[in-house]
C-alpha cells in the first residue's frame, strides 16, 4: 500500500462528541487528547514520516474566554505527557504557529519537546497551536522584505523557505473529521495538491482503525497534479 508522506488531520468533533453524551466540552477535549496519543503511535507505525495535526487556530481565541483557558490548561498539562510516547517511537517534535502569544508555560514547554527530540530520527510531528495559514503567508512575506529580496527574488521557493514548514515536504493527505466541508486556514500553501479525506466521524472516536482506512483510501486516488 502507498502511504502519504505527509499526514495532516483537522481534528474537529470534540465539544460534538461531548455533547451527544451530555458532559462538558472539556470532556471532549480530553478524549481529543487521547486520540493524538493513538494516532501518534498508529501513524508512526503505518510508515508515516511527517503528522501534522491542528489544534489551536490564530482564530480560536474568539471562544469563549472558559473555553480557551481550559484549552491552555489543559496543553500545558498534556505537552510533556507525549514525551514517553516521543521518546518510544522516536518521534521528533515541531511546533507550527506563533509562539507569541501562548502563555510563557506553553511556550517553555514547547522548547522543551522541540529540543528533547531534535536528534530522533522517526516520524515528525507537527502540532500546529496559535497557527493560522494566512498569517504564516504575510509572516514569510515580511521575512522576505526584511532579508532585502528584491521583487524579481520574491518566488514560490523563496516563500516556502520562510514558511514555518521550511524543509517540509507538501501535505499528501489531508483528513478532516465530524463532517464537515472546510479547510479552516490550515496549511494552504503546503495543501496546493494534497488529497482530502472527509469522514463523519468525530475526532476522539478516530483511532488507529479509522486513521488506516483513511490511508487505503489515499492508496487508491491517482495524483496528476495538474497533468494528465
Known sequence: MSI??????????????AAQRGWPRIKGHKEGVRTVEA??????????????????STENWKRPSLEVSTLMAL???YLRMFLPKLRQKGIRFHHLGALEGLPPGIQRDIRFLEDTTREYEGMVFHLAVNYGSRL???EAARRCVEDGLTADKITEDALAARLWTA????????????????????LLWQAAYAEFYLTECLWPDFRGPELM?????????????GGI
Open 4 to 17: 502519504p508522506n505527509h499526514v495532516a488531520i483537522i481534528m474537529d468533533g470534540n465539544g460534538r462528541w
Open 75 to 77: 496543553f500545558r498539562m
Open 167 to 186: 524543509g517540509v515536504p507538501d501535505v499528501d493527505l489531508l483528513i478532516r473529521t465530524s463532517g464537515e466541508f472546510r479547510i479552516s486556514n490550515f
Open 39 to 56: 494516532i501518534l503511535e498508529a501513524a508512526s507505525d503505518a510508515g508515516v514520516k511527517h503528522l501534522s495535526l491542528y489544534a489551536f
Open 136 to 138: 504564516e503567508i504575510a
Open 213 to 225: 482506512e483513511a490511508l487505503r483510501a489515499y492508496a487508491n486516488r491517482e495524483r496528476r497534479f
